[in-house]
């Protein structure tokens, strides 16, 4: 047994031993068995006795030898073991074992009372606790302050088997008593400061989205401000080249006579363009 319960708590434990069992001569056993269970069960109802009915229902109670007296190779261990476990066995019972270790299936904190040490606050968490810590936290200091008190006392001269347990040795042990129910306490909020930081978190999160937000908002606001002056100042480009090429001059052509021709407009290149745009840049 001891064997069992060293592998069970290895960190890379062995399989079952009784892995071997599950073989399918034995799976079909047992789904033999169960068939010929539930038709007894049901000859049983039907001739109304109530003792073998009951009898029946529970595979763990029926002699396997007896049902399955046509079959080879019956093996002496109930079959019923190679059922799978009952999952709402598990929750009704609230726990269940790994590996040698219990674990709940609703993770709950135990208090301080509940694994053995003395508390001295409420048990209640709605129950202010603040008075009852603070007189914890009171009673700390006048403990410690007696602990030094203790040590600098001169040692006692003679020891007898009767003699009272030293004034120090109580002030550890009280000390011990206060510092596990702060511990015990803080780990009870440990829950509300972890809902607290991530609210703040949160909080945080949308404060960083709501600045990105308006700097984006900005941004897009100066960029289009600057596409409005690009755009007026593409247009006033744009009458001022229609106003040049309105304008007339007199010109004389090679037999001399006199006629009047537009002014030529003059050719743009792309570096032209360019230095236009840096200028107004």
Sequence with gaps: MDDEEAELRNPFPSPPS???NYT??????????????TTRKEEAEGEGGGEEKEKVADLTQVNQ??????QTDIPDWPLIQLEKPRADWILEEGHYTVFGDTWFVKEVIPSLGEQGGHQLYPVDPSVDRRPALLSILKSLLVTYSKLTKSLLAPPPTSFTVESPQPEWQRDVEWITV???????????????????????????QLDLRKEETRALHEKCDSLEARLEELR???????????EAMDISVPTT???GTASTTGIQE????????????????
């Design 18 to 20: 009784h892995y071997n």
């Design 24 to 37: 399918t001569h034995n799976l079909k056993l047992l789904e033999l068995l169960k068939e010929r269970v």
């Design 65 to 70: 030898h007896e049902i399955l007296s046509d």
């Design 178 to 204: 206060l510092a596990q129910n702060i511990m015990a306490a803080a780990n009870d909020l440990r829950p509300v400061q972890a809902r607290g930081n991530l609210e703040l978190m949160m909080r945080r």
């Design 232 to 242: 007026i100042s593409s247009q006033q480009f744009a009458s001022v080249k229609d």
């Design 253 to 255: 052509d090679v037999n």
């Design 266 to 281: 003059p050719s743009l290149t792309s570096e032209d363009v360019l230095r236009w745009s840096e200028e107004i840049g």
